[in-house]
């Protein structure tokens, strides 16, 4: 079964610190992965995009990492703001189209 | 407008009603989607257009749910009888294209419905 899994379910952490957040996923054939923010109460927000062949993929303070081999993804978040408080969701893209297989995300909290 | 809209953004019905949701992708977008996200939960696809057809209905969790798209713009999402398991925020989001492998899904805000 295609499954897309996050860890750690939430998180939190202080002001300017750093973390890094997981994703593994089982989608075959894969075609895409792509992680997304999501503020309470909107809809989410692209932040990266990388196919097979990409192995680092950066948006501001917000780099992603793929590993295709051990399918695994990273997103790391450097100098967290405030406004960095929100679910962050691992979605990967299966087979030829955009059907997409979305993890249940990771909700971060920044505190001062 | 400059990007998906949907409406209403909150609905409140009563145990077996039917209710319409509206999606208005950004103008162009030929693919559209929809989600729904239950409290808590990540999101769970639906359906997804390309143009007017729909070649991927699986998501769709029961016959009481039905989607239609017309004129290669705004889609509907209809529930039938609803029941309070339908609760959940039904979202929208649109792409230039389908099958394009990094092409970009632009959401909807939502619309937030509530079966008493």
């Known amino acids: 079964k295609n499954q897309v899994e996050q860890s750690p379910q939430s998180l939190i952490i202080l002001e300017g610190k750093n973390c890094t957040l997981q994703?593994?996923?089982?989608?075959?054939?894969?075609?895409?992965l792509r992680w997304y923010k999501q503020d309470t109460g909107r809809g989410p927000v692209s932040l990266t995009i990388?196919?097979?062949?990409?192995n680092t993929k950066s948006n501001g303070r917000y780099t992603a990492t793929l590993d295709a081999d051990t399918k695994q993804s990273s997103l790391h978040i450097t100098a967290s703001q405030l406004s960095d408080s929100a679910s962050y969701i691992c979605?990967?893209?299966?087979?030829?189209?955009?059907?997409?297989?979305f993890g249940a995300g990771t909700r971060l909290a920044v505190h001062p | 407008g400059a990007g998906v809209s949907q409406s209403p953004s909150n609905k409140v019905t009563e145990k077996g009603k039917d209710v319409e949701l509206r999606c208005d992708p950004i103008?162009?977008?030929?693919?559209l989607y929809w989600y729904r996200q239950r409290l808590g939960q990540g999101l769970e696809f639906l359906i997804y257009?390309?143009?007017?057809?729909?070649?991927?209905k699986s998501g769709l969790p029961s016959d009481r749910f039905s989607a239609e798209r017309t004129g290669e713009s705004v889609s509907t999402l209809t529930i039938q009888r609803t029941q309070q398991e339908d609760s959940a925020v039904y979202l929208c989001?649109?792409?230039?294209?389908?099958?394009?492998?990094?092409?970009?899904?632009?959401f909807g805000p939502g619309t937030r419905l509530t079966v008493l």
């Open positions: 979605v990967v893209s299966e087979g030829g189209y955009n059907k997409l297989i």
């Open positions: 989001a649109s792409s230039s294209q389908a099958g394009g492998r990094t092409d970009t899904q632009y």
């Open positions: 994703c593994n996923y089982t989608v075959s054939p894969f075609s895409n």
């Open positions: 103008s162009g977008h030929t693919a």
């Open positions: 990388m196919t097979f062949s990409e």
């Open positions: 257009f390309q143009g007017n057809s729909a070649p991927d």
